[in-house]
C-alpha cells in the first residue's frame, strides 16, 4: 500500500493552504499530527530550523538561532508546515534560549508523544557569547529513558571551533 488516505490525513489542514496566517506570537496549537505508518521500527526525524528568532525578555532585542529537533516517532508524526509555523510564532515571544528548547520539546512531547526526542538550539552571540541550550526526553520506562540519559551525559563533549557561526 502506498500513499495516505483520507483519514490519515484528516487532522492536516496547513499543508497547501494557501491562505495560512502567521501568528504574532506563540501558538503551540498551529502544531499537527500525522499517523506514522511505520511505529514498528525504530528511526529519528531530525529538522533544522536554521531561521528561528526569539526576543530577548529583559531587552526585547531579537535572538537568532538554528534549532535542531530530532525525534523516534511513536503512533503520530509532527507535520513540517505547522512545526514551522509553529517555530516562526517564536518571533515576538520574549523568552530565554534555554526556556524556547524546554518550551519547543515538552510541546512536541505533548503533541505527539515520541518514544525520544531531543532539541538544541544553537543561538548566535550576542554581547560576545552565544549560548546552546540542549534538552531531551525519552518515554519513561522503556530504552529511550536511558538513551535520553546517556545522550544528555555525553553531550557536547567535542565543542565546535567558534569560527564555525
Known amino acids: 500500500m502506498t500513499g495516505r488516505t483520507k483519514e490519515e490525513t484528516a487532522g492536516v489542514s496547513l499543508l497547501g493552504n494557501k491562505n ?7 501558538a503551540p496549537e498551529l502544531l499537527e499530527t500525522f499517523p506514522n505508518k511505520h511505529p514498528g521500527n525504530d528511526y529519528f526525524v531530525k529538522f533544522n530550523c536554521p531561521e528561528f528568532t526569539s526576543l530577548c525578555p529583559i531587552t526585547g532585542q531579537p535572538d537568532f538561532a538554528t534549532i535542531y529537533i530530532s525525534y523516534i516517532p511513536g503512533e503520530k508524526m509532527v507535520e513540517s508546515k505547522s512545526l514551522k509555523l509553529y517555530l516562526f510564532s ?26 525520544y526526542i531531543e532539541v538544541w538550539g544553537k543561538f548566535l552571540p ?15 520506562g522503556t530504552k529511550w529513558e536511558q538513551l535520553a540519559w546517556d545522550r544528555l551525559a555525553h553531550h557536547d563533549l567535542y565543542p565546535e571551533a567558534v569560527n564555525n557561526r
Open 20 to 26: 495560512v496566517r502567521y501568528a504574532a506570537d506563540y
Open 90 to 115: 517564536f518571533r515576538n515571544h520574549g523568552d530565554f534560549h534555554e526556556d524556547c528548547v524546554n518550551i519547543i520539546m515538552k510541546d512536541l512531547i505533548k503533541l505527539m508523544q515520541p518514544k
Open 126 to 140: 550576542r554581547g560576545g557569547i552565544s549560548i546552546d541550550p540542549y534538552c531531551n526526553y525519552g518515554m519513561p
